[in-house]
């Protein structure tokens, strides 16, 4: 049976204004889709069952991408797939029933690496825009005008170029040809994440979606004539992280990104939660709003970016051609701050209805994220557990808690805490 036998064709997104930038966002299930297009993504990036680069997520069937566009379209958004790995021989047989499949859910583009897989998507989802994912390497406008001629209207660049080859490149290029790069998330110790290291060590292969991250490991020497001696490689008296990269955040120059003549602004994560996703969303909607309205990125943006769980930050390859650097210290997160409970509404009476998800107190500070103003802080009094009775903690996960916080808070909304030492 074939997709087109049971999935309605979605519709097309409805006419508006054509973005001067475009903020893309990922989305690895349908609750990270709903947070990305809430909290300002213009586009999102996800993956159907095979041929993702990221099997850890739950990834969509055809018919839940069918519905994924339909709400995308309703809001005048738009959906891509990503269809970058590297397929083998035996894999082919798959993929003309995947891309015609993808084509009747109504997808907006396929994100693709391989030129075999390029050349199919032309024959058997040609009503499909074909973007170039960044597996792909493109360095330079010759491979870039190669690749529109083959049929590419994106080309998403390598990670390893500095902002002036990004000029370079969109100055050689036919204008029609949009450009889209990295600006957030993590990095890989390899060009463009093309590394074998995980498949050596664990059998599980980076280039089909299922990276181990051996280059966040922490690693000794061991001499040949002294098995079982390991002597550390120090950095400190921790040890070190040889292959450990920074996390990438370009929050702070939007307006050198756009230009150099950058179209799509892209956030890494599909395998990261949907409050994540909301929150480096919510940043860079801000500051991007701010590059387009020629205004400096609001303070809030980078605080909003300090608050979630990451690696230290750097500015990539963008400015230094040398990279950004290894964080040899630590090969974990930053994670000073927590989501306290997730809100359920706001009821007549003024009291907030929260859902729990880490432990918190009568009284304490709480910062609030939500959709429709920058971050604030409130404080929750008269504490109330789901049967009226007085509290003055909520340890128990996902239990109901109700207060007053001193103004409504929306549904869905995200409250955090700073975490203290234990």
């Known amino acids: 049976m074939t997709i087109e036998q049971t999935t309605p064709a979605a519709p097309a997104a409805p006419a508006a204004q054509p973005l001067r930038a475009e ?18 993504a213009d586009a999102v990036y996800l993956a159907g069952k095979e041929f993702g680069m990221r099997s850890a997520s739950p990834n969509f069937g055809f018919e839940e991408m069918a519905e ?27 993929m003309p029933g995947y891309l015609e499949g993808c084509q009747a859910a109504g997808v907006d583009a396929l994100i693709i690496s391989d030129l075999g897989v390029l050349r199919m998507a032309k024959q058997y989802a040609p009503n ?14 010759e491979a870039a005008c190669m690749l529109h001629e083959l049929g590419a209207s994106r080309v998403v660049l390598a990670r390893e170029l500095t902002l002036e080859e990004i000029a370079e490149i969109r100055a050689k290029t036919p204008r029609e040809l949009e450009i889209e790069v990295f600006v957030h998330g993590a990095m890989c110790v390899s060009f463009s994440g ?7 060590f664990t059998g599980r292969d980076g280039n089909r979606g299922e990276c181990a991250q051996p280059c966040r490991w922490k690693y000794s020497l061991m001499e040949e004539t002294r098995p079982g001696r390991y002597m550390p490689i120090e950095e400190t008296e921790q040890g070190t992280f040889i292959l450990n990269s920074r996390d990438l955040c370009m929050a702070e120059h939007i307006p050198e990104l756009l230009e150099a003549g ?36 609001p303070g809030w943006v980078m605080e909003e970016l300090d608050k979630i769980s990451h690696r230290g930050y750097s500015t990539g390859f963008y400015f230094d051609k040398n990279g950004p650097g290894q964080d040899c210290e630590r090969g974990g997160y930053v994670r000073d701050w927590e989501v306290a409970a997730v809100c359920l509404g706001t009821g007549e009476d003024g009291r907030v209805r929260l859902s729990q998800r880490n432990r918190f107190f009568q009284g304490e500070s709480l910062d609030v994220l939500c959709p429709e103003e920058k971050p604030f802080t409130v404080v929750l009094e008269d504490m109330r557990n789901g ?8 340890p128990h996960a996902t239990m109901e808690v109700t207060g007053f916080a001193g103004r409504s808070i929306p549904a869905g909304a995200y409250l955090r805490r700073r975490k203290t030492e234990s």
Do not use: M, W
């Open 23 to 40: 903020l893309l966002s990922p989305a690895g299930d349908f609750e990270r889709l709903r947070a990305a297009f809430r909290y300002g």
């Open 68 to 94: 994924a566009v339909r709400l995308a379209h309703s809001l005048g958004k738009r959906v891509y797939v990503t269809c970058n790995t590297l397929p083998r021989g035996e894999e082919l047989s798959r």
């Open 128 to 141: 499909t825009e074909l973007h170039i994912s960044t597996q792909t390497g493109v360095v330079n406008a």
């Open 194 to 200: 093309r590394c074998l290291l995980s498949n050596y």
């Open 262 to 297: 950058v179209y799509s602004l892209k956030i890494e994560g599909r395998a990261k939660a949907d409050y994540y996703v909301a929150s480096v969303t919510k940043a860079y909607r801000g500051a991007l709003d701010a590059a387009l309205s020629g205004e400096p990125s």
């Open 387 to 394: 049967e009226g009775e007085p509290i003055q903690a909520a």
